[in-house]
């Protein structure tokens, strides 16, 4: 179990945001955390990238236990297990891209040579080879959201958050950007939790959390080689 | 359906009916398990329709072939056919909408089980589409591509429909139908 959280609770003033969320998430999974605007999932997501302490429960990643740790140990643990990527993609304007994705291995006291060629493979690996050298601003969206990505796989973490990744995204690049964050996954074992309001975003995890009113309404697995569907049939009938 | 796909094919080159079979599966990049019969007794029904004309072309050791070819009427049908805008057929008594719209005045089941299970059964249906969506050529498998986005689409519109469907619950199961007044029963009574 890499995420498990324990009657999770958080309130903003005497509004009760998550009511109770007890969710358990294996080593490589792939899940997406589903609902309406105000149902919770964004405040689940930060408190499990602990970004913020929930108000009661508890919160374990791997085997630690994220109320027991202080503020540095916290940063610590985000800075080196896990890696964000956000609707926004939150890049430095003013570097360019291999020196956005070789940041936060710089800012862990590795040599910037280091950094740079770390952060050239895995550009390389989100298909921006040959643009390293662009700022954001001279990047599409969907380029900007894979610097994005590459400087959160860039710490190699074991756990990938990410809220609303394709948000900004027109569906042919939102699609995109889901097989490759899916094909980069599969190769690496990482653990991955995305938050969407997106079915099409949803249908390609392996397993679809949907919360309402702060709790979990419903837990689907999504079968990988399932029996040819209805909908796939009527398609190959013809005319 | 397949009437219009014939004519579209004559439009391009003429052809003789196993020809244009083989065509009409290579373009659409389907399965298509039409007959050769179906085919040759829909090029009947053009002919005389008046939309094709053929000439016989002699073959070796086989009785002569049909090669047909499209003609000015036929391309005037054509035509309209594509230019004539298609409207889906959204079917107001599909087997789900019963379901629910019964569900919500009385029934063993609560209505947010039938919206879960529904919700539940479009997920598997769209993974498994953009499964096979994501393993699609998209050069040399493009019609079946493009097919299976509309799918896509489809799939997502129902799923957010039960969404909204799901956050006003409260209010649908709020709907009061109305009884049948009553009808005078047996014959009307003479005076």
Redesign the interface.
Known sequence: MIIRTENLVKQFGKTAVLRGINLHVQAGEFVAVTG?SGSGKSTLLHLIGGLDRPTGGKVWLEDHDLGTLTDDQLAAVRRQKIGYIFQIYNLIPVVNARENVAMPLILDGVSRKEALTRADRVLDMVGLNGLERMFPAELSGGQQQRVAIARALVIEPSIILADEPTGALDTRTGDDIM?LLRHTLRHTQRTVVVVTHD??I???TDR?ITL?DGMI??V?S???H?A?????LT????? | MIKFAILALLYQHEAHGYEISRQLSLTLKNDWDIKAGHIAVTLGRLEQAGLVDFRLEEADAAPDRKVYRLNEQGVQALRDWYLQAEIRDYRMGDSFYLKLIFSLTGAPVMPEEVLLNQRRRLYQELHQVMEMQAQTNPQSELPLLLLLETVVLHIEADIRWLETCSQRIADLKQYQPGTPSPQPRGRPRQN
């Open positions: 309406q097989t079915p099409r949803a249908a390609r679809i309402r309404e419903d689907m999504l079968a990988h399932a040819p569907s209805a909908a796939v398609i190959q009938g013809g005319l």
